[in-house]
């Protein structure tokens, strides 16, 4: 069937403010363009059958078409407004009801009439929000004359109020799955590792950086005891004896270890080692917080853990309706004298009270016994007062069900004045235990959610798909002074004063981690500088969107964590150390040069048993010369201040200056380096600092290698890149120094006692230079097997070969 064209003639149209509310009203339920449902195509079924119309629909009603949430014998899924009879419907509280189309002179030249579908009967009951708005219809259609009975009327009438309370479950459901995303988004987001425990110690959820963190997947820690599964014996023994001192009471070596400080209302952080799952440990930063819930009671607990070497179970159960009406249909004749019965009740009386039909035919005792107690009262004075004022009658109340124990359910009817003074009912009754459950469960999530957010030692900020600020948790609100205000995704950076690292340099609106994570990015480990209160705060931001069920986006969440004191040590220990440097240098190179001088007998023949002593002397005080200037070039990195003279220079010249430069430094160890295999390849480079990579990559080689021995320096070629490789068949690098061979003062061997000297700053400004000239460096070893140190640089081509 084909669309029709809309008539020149003007439909029906209410107040324009009362039709802006409507529609306002309409799009809040989400429901409008959604996809077929099998528990809205039960009522048109329903409607159908009971109506004994081939058509049936569930319309909504927008500003320009209604459109069809269900349907039944009709294949459009949409007509316009301006020749619908539900647009009718809607200007009403009660059935619209056409018994023949051609005689209605509002319809008879309408297109549905005169054309397919053939319209001749049409009955629809007005979808009324709980606010009053009516968004659409429930409707009958026929393709002949006739007319709806009284008991069809008002059954139309029951199921078109059923469908809006599905419509509410509806909503109900999309608000559950939102706070079940944002629960999950903001654990995934968080740069600590987080677990919930069950009060026990029970592990009951990990975040994706716990798994990364401690190598374990979500199923190997889920269900085991905390403390077995991540603390070693040894170490808990330990902390219980401290504990027990302190709290003079005796505290078990187990989950108590960590809880027990909370009950003395201490909330610490504390150091720990926990177990890796390939055996080794990792060293956190311990926070553990009590999670209550609304009663105050103890649902379990909140363990943080951030890193100190370098950080959606949620568904909705949505109960399907059967294929009939689910609850209890039926007529209530009430009179004052109290001889009140029910001249109809359907078989689902069973279903809500545990009684038969034939139990109700004389009196309304029955259904009261049944009722809940502490419920009885207020269900009887509200029967009696919608009896005198006649308004439609809703009440919820608990009833003693014989076999399902105590249940809620919801009534509701519309009461008429009989010509004996007495009020007859019509109405309906369902069981809505399922939803208080669901609407507990929501209030329990949300509370959990709210005071999971709250004990987050991080500030979690997150807004809508429109970029709307939707939520400051505590943290957030403490460093802004303020709950999130109303202010537009562009204007982020100027109102919360956000700038980059440097603390200098504003931050730009599409820079910002939030509107990143908007645009679908996830932002990991971001660093930037707000100002608090008037104070800079460093932080690590990491931000990532925020999905529907259905892939929609919901907004984005982003969780920011303080470095502030981090930065401050960093600080001081960088101005301690160029200080110190600047100061030593002067007085040492007086010193290193009188020193030379004496062992050089320029100031006459040193005695014997002087020149060994001077001659450490001399060896120290190079040592320390060459501390310095490596710690100047690293402040000079730092700061920034170190200049780089890039040019295009063959890579192979360099390669054998740096050979001849070493030579004899390796000679002293009794070791022979050699160049390997080298292309003649072009890189973009500063020469005196390649050289010096190379000069510590070279003497660290030689150093570390046994007499006799060959260090191998190679390059070769590969994507665009060349790698510089030096090999040596020294002991290697043990596993557990792996991870810090590139930081600075780093020693395999940090004793005093150790075989080889060295200022442990070397590969670390290595590691600048080479990235500075835009490059990347690395090793690979085997303990026992040697060591190869590389660098690649960008390649831009061959060298061509001199003449």
Request: with cysteine.
């Amino acid at each position: 069937m084909e669309l029709p064209q809309a008539s020149p003639a003007s439909p029906p149209s209410m107040a324009p403010l009362r039709e802006l509310s409507r529609l306002a009203a309409l799009l809040r339920y989400e429901i409008l363009d959604t996809p077929e449902e099998a528990v809205f195509d039960d009522f048109t079924e329903l409607a159908a059958h009971i109506c004994d119309t081939p058509i049936a629909l569930i319309s909504l009603v927008d500003d320009r078409r209604q459109w069809f949430k269900s349907r039944v014998g009709l294949e459009v899924s949409e007509t316009p407004r301006e020749i619908s009879f539900c647009t009718h419907t809607i200007l009403g509280e009660e059935i619209f009801e056409v018994p023949d189309a051609l005689q209605d002179p509002r319809f008879r030249h309408n297109p549905l009439v005169v054309g397919d579908p053939h319209i001749r009967f049409y009955a629809g009951t007005p979808l009324t929000s709980p606010d009053g708005h009516n968004l659409g219809t429930l409707c009958v259609i026929d393709r002949k004359p006739r007319q709806l009975s009284a008991e069809q009327r008002d059954t139309l009438d029951r199921l078109g109020r059923q469908v809006i309370r599905l419509f509410e479950q509806h909503l109900l459901a999309h608000r559950y799955a939102e706070q079940a995303a944002l629960q999950q988004a903001m654990l995934n987001s968080a740069s600590s590792a987080v677990l919930v425990t069950r009060p026990d110690g029970i592990i009951t959820s990990v975040n994706p950086t716990a798994e990364r963190m401690l190598g374990y997947s979500e199923q190997d820690l889920i269900g085991h005891p905390l403390t077995s599964a991540l603390f070693r014996p040894e170490t808990l023994h330990r902390r219980a004896a401290l504990l027990s001192s302190e709290l003079q009471r005796p505290i078990e070596p187990n989950f108590a270890v960590l809880t027990a400080p909370l009950h003395r209302g201490r909330r610490e952080m504390s150091e720990w080692r926990l177990r890796h799952q390939n055996g080794s440990d990792v060293p956190v930063l311990l926070g553990v917080t009590a999670i209550h819930d609304e009663q105050e009671l103890l649902r379990g607990y909140l363990i943080n853990a951030y890193d100190l070497a370098y950080q959606e179970q949620l568904q909705l159960r949505l109960q399907q309706i059967a294929a009939q009406v689910p609850g209890m249909l039926f007529q209530f004749h009430w009179r004052g004298n109290g001889s009140s019965c029910f001249p109809y009740v359907s078989e689902g009386v069973e279903q809500i009270y545990g009684l038969s039909p034939g139990q109700l035919a004389g009196s309304f005792a029955p259904i009261v016994g049944r009722v809940h107690a502490l419920d009885r009262s207020a269900l009887l004075y509200s029967i009696r007062k919608a009896a005198a004022e006649l308004t439609p009658w809703h009440s919820e109340h608990r009833v003693d069900h014989p076999r399902k124990g105590l249940i809620w359910v919801e009534a509701r009817a519309t009461p008429l004045r009989q010509f004996d003074g007495s009020v007859l009912w019509h109405g309906f009754v369902t069981d809505i235990t399922a939803r208080k459950a669901e609407q507990l469960e929501l209030d329990k999530q949300q509370e959990m959610n709210r005071r999971l957010l709250e004990a987050l030692s991080e500030a979690v900020i997150a807004c809508d798909a429109e970029g709307n600020l939707t939520l400051f948790n505590e943290k957030a609100k403490q460093w802004h002074g303020a709950d999130a205000a109303p202010v537009s995704p562009p204007d982020w950076a100027s109102h919360y004063q956000l700038y980059h690292a440097d603390g200098i340099t504003p931050l730009q609106p599409e820079e910002i981690p939030l509107r990143r994570a908007l645009r679908g990015e996830h932002v990991i480990d971001h660093e930037m500088v707000l100002l608090s209160q008037g104070e800079p705060r460093h932080v690590l931001c990491n931000a990532d969107p925020l999905y529907t069920s259905d892939g929609q986006l919901l907004g984005a969440v982003a969780v920011l964590h303080d470095i502030t004191e981090r930065k401050r040590i960093e600080r001081l220990q960088r101005e301690f150390i160029s200080t110190v440097s600047h100061e030593l240098r002067t007085p040492l190179t007086s010193i290193t040069g009188a020193l030379a001088l004496v062992c050089s007998n320029v100031m006459g023949e040193v005695p014997a048993p002087m020149r060994e002593l001077l001659e450490i002397a001399q060896q120290n005080s190079q040592r320390l010369s060459a501390l310095i200037d490596d710690l100047l070039d690293m402040d000079k990195l730092h700061a920034g201040k170190m200049r780089f003279d890039l040019l295009r220079q063959p890579l192979q010249p360099q390669l054998e200056l740096a050979l001849r430069s070493n030579r004899s430094y390796a000679e002293q160890h009794g070791v022979v380096l050699q160049l390997g295999a080298c292309p003649a390849a072009t890189v973009n480079i500063d020469a005196m600092r390649l050289q010096q990579v190379l000069s510590n990559l070279l003497s660290n080689a030689a150093k570390f290698s046994p007499a006799g021995e060959r260090v191998d320096l190679s390059a070769t070629l590969s994507d665009g890149w060349v790698r510089v490789s030096v090999r040596d068949r020294g002991p290697g690098i043990s596993a557990d120094f792996c991870e810090r061979v590139f930081q600075k003062f780093a020693q395999a061997d940090s004793s005093d006692s150790r075989q080889q000297g060295g200022t442990g700053l070397g590969l670390a400004i290595s590691k600048e230079l080479i990235e500075r000239m835009g490059g990347r460096i690395g090793f690979d070893s085997e303990p026992g097997q040697g060591a190869c140190f590389w660098f690649e640089l960008p390649c831009d081509g061959l060298a061509k070969e001199s003449p």
